[in-house]
């Protein structure tokens, strides 16, 4: 089947400009997770979601951040007023739930990734 | 705060030569442990994992982690690598029940002929 898939691959913007990047999990994926990965860094986590509940932000970095992931699948990171240090790949990634509790130990599947370059 | 550090950012090897890349991290509690792979121009996949049970995982390529809970190490080997493993790994920690796995750094596995 399908994997995750994200879009725009690419996005070079200007400082100061508004971004949306896009994810649609696998389907019946209940899970959801953005990811940065910035060069020399490991993979930091940004937010998720797990169906109706309210999302964990916890990793995102700043106020100009935020997401939303409508009807329970596609989900959109907004990112404002983008600076320099935003320049990074953006990943999504979706997993199943296991119902003994949270989600940690199923596989998260990722998608190619958003490559986003802030001038 | 979970953290995962992997000391080697570059490991560079023959073809044919064992392998062991080395991830160590920081929890009091209850994790799984992964192995994450991006080979080049690639989504990142997963290549094993720890959940409970056998300390010693393996994965379907000749890979294989052994979790060490009294060391918190998850390091992972291969006894004879090719030159298709050439990718960047990454170790990756979750508390149960949690929210989020915990990357590390990754380490650029190069195979050379």
């Known amino acids: 089947g399908a994997g995750v898939s994200q879009s725009p691959s690419n996005k070079v913007t200007e400082k100061g400009k508004d971004v949306e990047l896009r994810c649609d999990p696998i389907?019946?994926?209940?899970?959801l997770y953005w990811y940065r990965q910035s060069l020399g860094q490991g993979l930091e986590f940004l937010i998720y979601?797990?169906?109706?509940?309210?999302?964990?932000k916890s990793g995102l970095p700043s106020d100009r951040f935020s997401a939303e992931r409508t009807g329970g699948s596609v989900s959109t990171l907004t990112i404002q007023r983008t600076q320099q240090e935003d320049s990074a790949v953006y990943l999504c990634?979706?997993?199943?739930?296991?119902?003994?509790?949270?989600?940690?130990?199923?596989?998260?599947?990722f998608g190619p990734g958003t490559r986003l370059l802030v001038l | 705060a979970q953290s995962v550090t992997q000391l080697d950012s570059q490991v560079p090897v023959f073809e044919e030569a064992p392998v062991e890349l080395r991830c160590n991290y920081s929890?009091?509690?209850?994790?799984?442990l992964f192995w994450y792979v991006q080979y080049p121009n690639q989504g990142l996949q997963l290549l094993l994992k720890?959940?409970?049970?056998?300390?010693l995982v393996e994965s379907i390529n000749g890979f294989e982690a052994e979790f060490n809970k009294s060391q918190t190490s998850f390091h992972l080997r291969k006894p004879s690598v090719h030159i298709s493993d050439t990718a960047e790994y990454f170790c990756a920690v979750a508390y149960k029940g949690g929210n989020k796995l915990t990357f590390g750094t990754g380490t650029q596995l190069k195979v050379e002929l």
């Open positions: 979601f797990q169906g109706n509940s309210a999302p964990d």
């Open positions: 720890y959940l409970s049970g056998s300390t």
């Open positions: 990634a979706s997993s199943t739930v296991w119902t003994g509790g949270g989600p940690t130990r199923e596989t998260q599947y």
């Open positions: 929890s009091s509690v209850s994790v799984y």
């Open positions: 389907s019946g994926h209940t899970a």
